[in-house]
T-cell receptor, first 108, second 116 residues
Framework: AQRVTQPEKLLSVFKGAPVELKCNYS??????LFWYVQYSRQRLQLLLR??SRESIKGFTADLNKGETSFHLKKPFAQEEDSAMYYC??????????FGAGTRLFVKA | GAVVSQHPSWVICKSGTSVKIECRSL??????MFWYRQFPKQSLMLMAT?????????EQGVEKDKFLINHASLTLSTLTVTSAHPEDSSFYIC????????????FGQGTRLTVV
């Protein structure tokens, strides 16, 4: 079965603290994974994808096929990082399956 | 990045009527468009995938006759909720890709439908 699991609905951290948003997936093929972010009152937008192996806004995510995980990390959280984050899996049929989302709240 | 626009942003309609939601790619040609539904505090649920000039592919459990999708041009896809009921009230979001197989999709701002 194709599934994306984000176990935390809400994650609250202090400004400057490290943050890790967890994502696990279930997919029999070769996975292509993404993180999307939705800031308050804005549309959903792509944050990063695993094939790019890039850092966007200080966030990184490494695909771990052994653990079937694609956790999103940032060493020092900022208040402007507060948003809803969705982990997503692109299947062979080009459709994208989204996780339930994690709301990140960065406290001052 | 590319822009995808939905219209209207919100709509209220009476039970039994039909509502059409438009999804336009403003600065690129969208070979594939996707329609999602999002319930409050829940994730996006893919409803259907539409390719320009062909019939939409619906996900399991989505009623084709209730949610009519038309992708008549490379810049426009429409979702029509027919004979709407209060349980159809939701947030509907479209996304579009410019090239087949290209992973990134650009999202519209969403349409909030309320059926009274």
């Amino acid at each position: 079965a194709q599934r994306v699991t984000q176990p935390e609905k809400l994650l609250s951290v202090f400004k400057g603290a490290p943050v890790e948003l967890k994502c696990n997936y279930s997919y029999s093929g070769s996975p292509e994974l993404f993180w999307y972010v939705q800031y308050s009152r804005q549309r959903l937008q792509l944050l990063l994808r695993h094939i790019s192996r890039e850092s966007i806004k200080g966030f990184t995510a490494d695909l771990n096929k052994g653990e079937t995980s694609f956790h999103l990390k940032k060493p020092f959280a900022q208040e402007e990082d507060s948003a809803m984050y969705y982990c997503a899996l692109k299947t062979g049929g080009f459709k994208t399956i989204f996780g339930a989302g994690t709301r990140l709240f960065v406290k001052a | 990045g590319a822009v995808v626009s939905q219209h209207p942003s919100w709509v209220i309609c009476k039970s039994g009527t039909s509502v059409k939601i438009e999804c336009r790619s403003l600065d690129f040609q969208a070979t594939t468009m996707f329609w999602y539904r999002q319930f409050p505090k829940q994730s996006l649920m893919l409803m259907a995938t539409s390719n320009e000039g062909s019939k939409a592919t619906y996900e399991q459990g989505v009623e084709k006759d209730k949610f009519l999708i038309n992708h008549a041009s490379l810049t426009l896809s429409t979702l029509t909720v027919t004979s709407a009921h209060p349980e159809d009230s939701s947030f509907y979001i479209c996304s579009a890709r410019d090239l087949p197989g290209v992973a990134e999709a650009f999202f519209g701002q969403g349409t909030r439908l309320t059926v009274v």
